[in-house]
Nanobody
Framework: QVQLVESGGGLVQAGGSLRLSCAAS????????MGWFRQAPGKEREFVSV???????YYTDSVKGRFTGSRDNAKNTVNLQMNSLKPEDTAVYYC?????????????????WGQGTQVTVSS
């Protein structure tokens, strides 16, 4: 049974930092592309970042320069370091796994999803 478990969310003031982690189990981790998505209250879930099998990292424009993704294939984990957080970053953050996505931003191409972790940034 495949499981993705996010952790590291919480409440932080604007300008602060959080580090999200996603631990994967039940799958051979290294061949998967790992994405981060988020869903703010009243909004649709949106793409945040993706880490390819080879370690290439892509970000949505709104988080470039503030968020940094990483993966550790030995530990079956991906991380998202979030700095200079803004109130508009408030959302539930999800990690997701895809084997061969054509379009990284397309949520429909991700097979496995975590349960999400809440990030709240106060102003």
């Amino acid at each position: 049974q495949v499981q993705l478990v996010e952790s590291g969310g919480g409440l932080v003031q604007a300008g602060g930092s959080l580090r999200l982690s996603c631990a994967a189990s039940g799958l051979t981790f290294s061949p998967y592309v790992m994405g981060w998505f988020r869903q703010a209250p009243g909004k649709e879930r949106e793409f945040v970042s993706v880490i390819t099998r080879s370690g290439g990292i892509y970000y949505t424009d709104s988080v470039k320069g503030r968020f940094t993704g990483s993966r550790d294939n030995a530990k079956n984990t991906v991380n998202l370091q979030m700095n200079s957080l803004k109130p508009e970053d408030t959302a539930v953050y999800y990690c997701a796994a895809a084997r061969n996505p054509v379009v990284f931003r397309d949520q429909g191409q991700y097979t496995y999803w975590g349960q999400g972790t809440q990030v709240t940034v106060s102003s």
